[in-house]
């Protein structure tokens, strides 16, 4: 089998990928991943061993549930989207994401309550950016607050 060592980036949108591919999750330097558009409806445990994750891109899945340890033991993952998934957010850890600068959850039946804008702007509707990015929240406690306002 191919070993890409140092392979940094992986883009596997569009392939119609039932589950979450367990050989990326040897690739310990990627930085950046992008399952966008495919079937996966999980994500294994397995990805704590990319602890070089700094972006990961799960948009137009079929996520039901976004396991704590993605949020809470991957130090180094900066940018986390999952829009247009079956997810529900009413997972209290999501205030563990603080150290995140960018996470999209739209398209999730995810609802804004009224007087959120109070704590920051949003980006989009369910976007929401960390300080020392472009249009964002003041410091990494609103976001915690913020996120836990979301419903």
Request: net charge positive.
């Amino acid at each position: 089998m191919l070993k890409l060592v140092s392979l940094e980036e992986l883009r596997l949108g569009n392939n119609n990928l039932e589950k979450f591919p367990l050989v990326i999750t040897e690739m310990v330097h990627l930085r950046d991943v992008s399952l966008v558009y495919n079937l996966i409806s999980t994500i294994p445990e397995q990805i704590l061993r990319m602890q070089s994750l700094e972006n990961l891109h799960l948009d137009n899945n079929y996520l039901t549930e976004l396991p704590e340890f993605v949020i809470q033991q991957l130090p180094s993952l900066r940018s986390l989207t999952f829009s247009n998934n079956h997810l529900s957010w009413d997972q209290d850890y999501v205030r563990e994401c603080f150290h995140l600068a960018l996470i999209d959850f739209s398209g999730n039946g995810v609802r804004t309550k009224k007087g959120l804008d109070s704590f920051g702007p949003l980006v989009g509707r369910n976007t929401l950016r960390r300080k020392g990015q472009r249009g964002l929240l003041k410091e990494p406690s609103l976001l915690k607050m913020a996120l836990a306002r979301s419903t």
